[in-house]
């Protein structure tokens, strides 16, 4: 009855959802996605529970990567205010569900199992029970050309880093800063990784996934440091703490040629209204062809009011997630491709389809790699001793012995 009098005082449709949703329930959801592509990605998630008459209060935390969005999360939960869902990823679930914090969605997760990649599905369990649910896969080992610049230098995507280096020569020649990069710690551990990933996924594997020191202190190591030392060289000078659309943005317009960054920078492509293959090209990164690092965003989903069971709209927010419609138009805007092995890939990009197939091929070759950049193995303690080395070499005069002995050292900090 009381529903029906608001519904029946409200003038407009937006309106009447709105009164309906605060008659229900408020989600309070904490996230990173702020930059165009993420919004409008994210936007598609707050409209599909507004249908269902849910409310949405927003903590956006800027900050690529979510470090910020961790911190704010972590003061929020000790005040005692935890949202209802926090995009948290990776290890770092687990870590929140051993503090009894987190509930239950094994309601809205019926079919999942069957549907998911099991490394993936394993993550968003705690306990046997799901306690988080996830949205897409991203894929990190891409490197994002500037086309109109390309075919301006006669140039042509590099295979190799002898193809990347005489390719970043043309650029400079032109004017045009070669590697566009934002100078943060996670955006430099996203291109280590990645030159890390170019001596083969065995290689990546014992390195970055079982921590072994002889491949840590290897000749093939110091290699990497070389090459991400050489890359450093075609930076600009504005790159230090430049936020990672920011360094995207300057390959949409063409004062940069290269970036390499995860594809959520397809999202900001997309969003800046840019075609593949016409105005921008996705090329894996020199020497990873048979890899593929990746990353899944999740919300994990915290009791509420001293509940230790879900709320009706934590659960319908987890089974919208995971639902095949929301997976496809949430990765369009995205730039990832869909967690759910069912959705079809038709209304993608080539892009999105190449990654889907390489995702295929690489689960099935061992090529399939967690990303250590963005939280998907290691504890954070050693993520952050491994990022801190790395940050430290990428700016400052450190030689590459020196780098590995620093990262053989951090990957032992438990
Ligand atoms: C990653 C996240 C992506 C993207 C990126 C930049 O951690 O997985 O979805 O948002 O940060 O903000």
């Known amino acids: 009855m009381k529903k029906n009098t608001l519904v029946g005082l409200c003038t407009t449709a937006s309106l009447c959802i709105s009164h309906a949703a605060l008659a229900e329930e408020t989600i309070s959801v904490l996230h990173w996605w702020t930059s165009g592509g993420e919004s409008k990605a994210v936007r598609v998630l707050k409209d599909d529970m507004a249908k269902q ?25 000790i005040s005692g205010n935890a949202p209802s869902a926090a995009q948290i990823k990776g290890p770092l679930i687990q870590d929140w569900a051993d503090q009894d914090l987190l509930v239950s969605i094994d309601a809205s997760a019926t079919d999942w199992k069957s549907h998911t990649p099991p490394p993936i599905d394993a993550i968003m369990k705690a306990g046997g029970h799901y306690v988080a649910a996830p949205f897409s896969i991203h ?52 291109i ?11 290689f990546y594997r014992k390195a970055l996934v079982d921590l072994d020191q002889k491949t840590l202190t290897s000749p093939q190591m110091i290699q990497v440091f070389e090459t991400v ?11 230090v703490g430049r936020d990672w659309n920011l360094a995207t943005a300057m390959v949409i317009k063409g004062s940069g040629g290269m970036q390499f960054m995860g594809d959520w920078a397809k999202g900001e492509f997309a969003n800046a209204g840019k ?40 659960l319908a927010m987890a089974k919208t997630i995971m639902s095949v419609d929301f997976q496809e138009q949430f990765s369009l805007y995205k730039g990832s491709i869909p967690v759910r092995q069912d959705v079809p ?21 061992g ?28 700016n400052s005069s450190e030689d590459a012995k020196t780098g590995v002995a620093a990262l053989a050292a951090a990957a032992k900090i438990k």
């Open 53 to 77: 008459g849910y409310g949405w209060k927003d903590f956006a935390v800027a900050g690529g990567a979510g470090a910020a969005a961790m911190t704010a999360l972590k003061a929020q939960v």
């Open 139 to 190: 894929r990190i080992n891409w490197l994002w050309i500037n086309k109109v610049d390309l075919d301006k230098v006669g140039g042509k995507a590099p295979e190799t880093w002898p193809e990347f280096f005489a390719l970043a020569d043309k650029f400079k020649a032109a004017g045009i800063t070669p590697v566009a990069h934002g100078g943060q710690p996670w955006q430099d551990m996203t």
């Open 192 to 202: 280590w990784e990645t030159v890390v990933l170019s001596q083969g996924p065995d």
């Open 229 to 239: 030392q050489k890359i450093r060289t075609y930076f600009d000078k504005g790159y």
């Open 275 to 314: 075609q593949p293959g016409v105005d921008y090209i996705c090329a894996v990164a020199p020497g990873t062809a048979n890899g593929y690092t990746y990353t899944v965003d999740s919300f994990a989903f915290f009791q509420e009011n001293g509940q230790k069971t879900a709320t009706p709209g934590q």
């Open 345 to 365: 890939m038709s209304k993608f990009d080539d892009c999105a389809k190449k990654s889907y197939t390489d995702e295929q091929s690489t689960i099935k070759s």
């Open 367 to 394: 090529g399939f790699l967690p990303s250590l950049a963005f939280g998907m193995v290691q504890s954070t303690v050693t993520a952050g001793a491994i990022s801190d080395a790395v940050t430290k070499f990428m």
